[in-house]
């Protein structure tokens, strides 16, 4: 088998990368979940990570396996993301 490797940005993100702290900056940030005091924004739903994960240029393909992770890890949700896969350990 002779595959290419993909560019780094179009690879699921993962806590150990270094685009991860951005990543959850942003998630973090007004225009995704705004936290603010004990206030956010949370849909209940992965809306604003996938929209960070595409702005950052990852593929459909990089998305899911991320966000698979993320579940994998309590996060079910744009804010539980950042409440439970968190900061890079
Ligand atoms: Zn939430």
């Known amino acids: 088998m002779t ?9 699921p993100i993962l806590p ?6 951005e990543f959850l900056q942003r998630l973090a940030g007004p ?13 209940g739903d992965m809306r604003f990570t996938q929209k960070l994960l595409r702005d950052m240029g990852m593929d459909e393909d ?15 949700c744009d804010c539980e993301v950042v409440f439970n896969v968190g900061p890079k350990r």
């Open 31 to 43: 225009e995704a979940c705004n936290f603010r005091n004990d206030q956010w924004t949370c849909f």
């Open 62 to 76: 990089s998305i899911e396996v991320s966000i698979a992770y993320f579940n994998d890890h309590a996060g079910y």
């Open 16 to 21: 150990r990368d270094e685009l991860w702290n």
């Open 3 to 11: 595959r290419k490797p993909k560019p780094p940005a179009r690879q």
